[in-house]
């Protein structure tokens, strides 16, 4: 059961979350893909599809647990292989992965995430918890949050209960007086219930809720957490 008195700070998932982040990233592969045609044709002709790409950016995740917090140099390095096995040169890894990059911050917010973040940022310090590599100031969504904690930054991935403690500690309070909102059962509800914060599950698929310990509020969309915090 939520506890609106002891919420003095609020920490937000990103993907999945404030934007729906498969058709984002479809939408990025694809224009890699289509930059590799032009620059990198050997690679492109190998890996003949963005799913191709995927596949090798997915090995390659189970090849290099090392980079399994930092998304980017997972996806620039599966670019660089992927070069190098077609006999490309392996220095268009980051202007490719660049091109990707770009791309994949033109998200698509859920229409209810701007009113939401309004609503919220006049009321809470806001702080973002994500395990990918969303840049805020990219998509013009800085201003809303007061700091931005990332795994590839901290270099540890929720649902590490310090990951959420850093995301109290750029708030100024303690993770008790944070309420932590996202998608994910496992990586934002699980994860910061265990780091002592509470948790709000946006179920926007209506899914069943899985686990034994329960989330402190479920939610089908932000507006519902904006009316619960009036």
Same mark, same amino acid.
């Given at each position: 059961?939520?506890?609106?008195?002891?919420?003095?700070?609020?920490?937000?998932?990103?993907?999945?979350?404030?934007?729906?982040?498969?058709?984002?990233?479809?939408?990025?592969?694809?224009?890699?893909?289509?930059?590799?045609?032009?620059?990198?044709?050997?690679?492109?002709?190998?890996?003949?599809?963005?799913?191709?790409?995927?596949?090798?950016?997915?090995?390659?995740? %189970? %090849?290099?647990?090392?980079?399994?917090?930092?998304?980017?140099?997972? =996806? =620039?390095?599966?670019?660089?292989?992927?070069?190098?096995?077609?006999?490309?040169?392996?220095?268009?890894?980051?202007?490719?992965?660049?091109?990707?990059?770009?791309?994949?911050?033109?998200?698509?917010?859920?229409?209810?995430?701007?009113?939401?973040?309004?609503?919220?940022?006049? =009321?809470?310090?806001?702080?973002?918890?994500?395990? &990918?590599?969303?840049?805020?100031?990219?998509?013009?969504?800085?201003?809303?949050?007061?700091?931005?904690?990332?795994?590839?930054?901290? &270099?540890?991935?929720?649902?590490?209960?310090?990951?959420?403690?850093?995301?109290?500690?750029?708030? &100024?309070?303690?993770? %008790?007086?944070?309420?932590?909102?996202?998608?994910?059962?496992?990586?934002?509800?699980?994860?910061? =219930?265990?780091?002592?914060? %509470?948790?709000?599950?946006?179920?926007?698929?209506?899914?069943?809720?899985?686990?034994?310990?329960?989330?402190?509020?479920?939610?089908?969309?932000?507006?519902?957490?904006?009316?619960?915090?009036?």
């Amino acid at each position: 059961m939520l506890n609106l008195e002891r919420i003095r700070a609020i920490s937000l998932d990103l993907d999945d979350t404030l934007w729906p982040i498969w058709p984002t990233i479809e939408r990025a592969e694809k224009v890699l893909h289509s930059w590799l045609e032009i620059n990198a044709p050997m690679t492109a002709a190998m890996f003949s599809t963005p799913r191709a790409l995927r596949e090798i950016r997915d090995a390659m995740g %189970q %090849q290099r647990p090392d980079l399994a917090h930092d998304l980017t140099a997972l =996806r =620039r390095e599966s670019i660089r292989v992927a070069l190098c096995s077609a006999g490309d040169d392996p220095g268009l890894a980051e202007p490719a992965f660049e091109f990707f990059f770009a791309e994949r911050h033109n998200v698509t917010l859920f229409p209810d995430a701007l009113p939401a973040l309004e609503f919220l940022a006049a =009321r809470y310090p806001l702080v973002s918890i994500s395990n &990918g590599n969303a840049e805020l100031a990219r998509m013009g969504l800085a201003p809303f949050f007061v700091a931005s904690v990332a795994a590839l930054k901290v &270099g540890l991935a929720k649902p590490d209960p310090r990951i959420f403690h850093a995301a109290a500690g750029a708030a &100024g309070v303690l993770p %008790q007086e944070v309420l932590h909102v996202g998608d994910d059962v496992l990586l934002d509800v699980l994860g910061a =219930r265990d780091s002592g914060m %509470q948790a709000a599950w946006l179920n926007r698929a209506q899914a069943l809720w899985p686990h034994a310990e329960t989330p402190d509020l479920e939610l089908a969309s932000l507006s519902e957490l904006c009316d619960a915090l009036k």
